[in-house]
């Protein structure tokens, strides 16, 4: 009996060509594959092993439900879905420009405004997935990619498997990445769209200083933290930073969710829609802090409680 309502009835090496592997976890392999009936036309193909989602079907059957509704110049697509006797596979838009924070190390060059370009592309990917009815849930800046190697590349939002669509019910889980998630998601509060601006917040503050606002070794004093909203613009790192861009964070990182703003609110700031962002070269400065933040695992683990 199929696992996934809505499938691809053909195999799916009648309609790709298999080529590299792209990447391997531990129940899936990415391979770049070759679109048969477009030549030239590359896709990443996601094969995940069925013996390893038994009891996670309904996670991944609402990974491909969320991504069907979501088509967006921002957003990864998931263009098929085929599923045959051991494994099922998802066909997946070729993103190759690598991780946000990667290419950031990488750069010769890096302002406040680059910050402001990056930050508004992924303010107009979340705000049409809230138009949609879906929330996020995992923004980081690990799932935050650059379409391809150009310099000029777009921002893709990827990894929607911990999203929900809010006509699945009231959301209370605690999920997500600790050092990016929302007060409201650790307080166990029924939460919504607000908690995907909270994370944006907290990439914008990154993008700025290199490191993150709330950091321990322990994740209970971790959360702490987060609860009551303990940060800081810290001098000297936050001196040459524009107070246009720490009043857009202050309203991003808002610990009540209702006053926190929208996307629609943030992408209306003048940070964001104006001038006000500073172009100084602060490459060396961000730089230096974030090779030393990329090296605290606990900011990239993932729970669900």
């Known amino acids: 009996m199929p696992l996934f309502r809505r499938r691809e009835t053909c195999s799916i090496r009648d309609r790709y060509e298999f080529r590299d592997v792209l990447g391997t976890g531990a129940f899936s392999k990415v391979f770049l594959a070759e679109c048969k009936q477009e030549p030239g036309h590359m896709v990443a193909v996601k094969c995940i092993d069925k013996k390893a989602l038994k009891g996670k079907e309904d996670s991944l059957e609402n990974e491909i439900k969320v991504l069907r509704k979501l088509r967006h110049p921002n957003i990864v697509q998931l263009y098929d879905t085929y599923e045959e006797k051991q494994y099922v596979y998802l066909v997946m838009e070729l993103v190759t420009g690598g991780e946000l924070f990667d290419r950031i190390v990488a750069k010769g060059s890096y302002t406040e405004k680059d910050a402001s370009h990056l930050i508004r592309q992924v303010l107009h990917a979340v705000a049409f997935m809230h138009e949609n009815g879906v929330v996020h849930r995992d923004l980081k800046p690990e799932n935050l990619l650059y379409y391809n190697q150009d310099e000029d590349s777009k921002i893709m939002v990827s990894d929607f498997g911990l999203s929900k669509t809010e006509d699945s019910g009231v959301m209370e889980t605690a999920c997500g990445t600790p050092g990016y998630v929302a007060p409201e998601v ?18 914008a503050y990154i993008l700025l200083c290199g490191y993150p606002p709330f950091y321990d070794e322990s994740d209970a004093n971790l959360f702490a933290q987060i609860i009551k909203g303990e940060y800081e613009f810290d001098a000297p790192y936050w001196d040459q930073i524009s107070d246009s861009a720490k ?35 602060i490459h060396g400065s961000v730089v230096t802090h974030l090779k030393k933040s990329l090296a605290r695992r606990n900011w990239r683990k993932v729970f669900i409680y």
């Not at 919504?192 to 601006?197: H, L, M, Q």
């Not at 629609?264 to 829609?273: M, R, V």
């Open 186 to 203: 650790l307080q166990q509060k029924p939460y919504g769209k607000a908690v995907d601006v909270w994370s944006i917040g907290v990439i």
């Open 247 to 281: 009043d857009f964070i202050s309203h991003l990182m808002c610990c009540d969710p209702e006053q926190r703003f929208t996307c629609e609110q943030a992408l209306e700031h003048p940070w964001i829609s104006g001038n006000t962002a500073y172009t100084t070269d």
